[in-house]
């Protein structure tokens, strides 16, 4: 209820948080925000030391098992996710959906081949869920060899 008393109660409340407070509202050309914009930034010459030749060297060759584990966990972020969940655990955000529920892979106790072959031809053709998708016609053969090879790398019980 609005009393005259709280209407005429003088200047308005100066708001101390520290996000919404007056330093939030100072412009980028106020000279104390301008101080703290130039402080947080990086000096212009932070990684020009190396030129482009050198840095592309850095990186790690593309047959290696490092650039295969590297593009794999790309494949596994794309389209195994949503069943067998971010961390591989099986606790994907469908996972609920489906009984039996999609596999841990961080524990599977079958070896590559076999994830070949479930991967690439689905559940269903291995007497198994046909809620795993057979993605032979979806991935590439390099593509199918790099998920592999992160589910490899993430196992944590070995086959
Ligand atoms: C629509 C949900 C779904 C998606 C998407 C999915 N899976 Fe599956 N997956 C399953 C289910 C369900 C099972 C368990 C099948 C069973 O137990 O009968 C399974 C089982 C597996 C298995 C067998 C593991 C074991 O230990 O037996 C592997 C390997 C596997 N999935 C890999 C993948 C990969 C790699 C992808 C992405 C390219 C993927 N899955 C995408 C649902 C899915």
């Given at each position: 209820?609005?009393?005259?008393?709280?209407?005429?109660?003088?200047?308005?409340?100066?708001?101390?948080?520290p996000?919404?407070?007056?330093?939030?509202?100072?412009?980028?050309?106020?000279?104390v925000?301008?101080?703290?914009?130039?402080?947080?930034?990086?000096?212009?010459?932070?990684?020009?030391?190396k030129?482009?030749?050198?840095?592309?060297?850095?990186?790690?060759?593309?047959?290696?098992l490092?650039?295969?584990?590297?593009?794999?966990?790309?494949v596994?972020?794309?389209?195994?996710?949503?069943?067998?969940?971010?961390?591989?655990?099986?606790?994907?955000?469908?996972?609920?959906?489906?009984?039996?529920?999609?596999?841990?892979?961080?524990?599977?106790?079958?070896?590559?081949?076999?994830?070949?072959?479930?991967?690439?031809?689905?559940?269903?053709?291995?007497?198994?869920?046909?809620?795993?998708?057979?993605?032979?016609?979806?991935?590439?053969?390099?593509?199918?060899?790099?998920?592999?090879?992160?589910?490899?790398?993430?196992?944590?019980?070995?086959?």
């Amino acid at each position: 209820m609005n009393t005259d008393s709280q209407v005429n109660a003088g200047p308005p409340q100066v708001d101390l948080h520290p996000l919404g407070g007056p330093a939030a509202r100072l412009g980028w050309g106020h000279p104390v925000a301008l101080a703290l914009l130039l402080c947080a930034t990086p000096p212009l010459t932070a990684g020009a030391e190396k030129t482009a030749a050198e840095r592309i060297e850095e990186f790690p060759n593309k047959s290696s098992l490092e650039a295969r584990i590297h593009r794999g966990d790309i494949v596994f972020q794309h389209y195994c996710i949503l069943c067998h969940g971010t961390k591989a655990d099986g606790n994907g955000r469908a996972a609920k959906l489906y009984s039996p529920r999609p596999a841990n892979l961080l524990t599977s106790d079958k070896n590559d081949e076999y994830k070949e072959l479930i991967i690439r031809r689905g559940g269903a053709a291995l007497a198994r869920s046909e809620f795993m998708p057979p993605w032979g016609d979806e991935l590439t053969d390099e593509q199918i060899k790099d998920v592999i090879g992160f589910l490899a790398s993430i196992q944590q019980r070995k086959p």
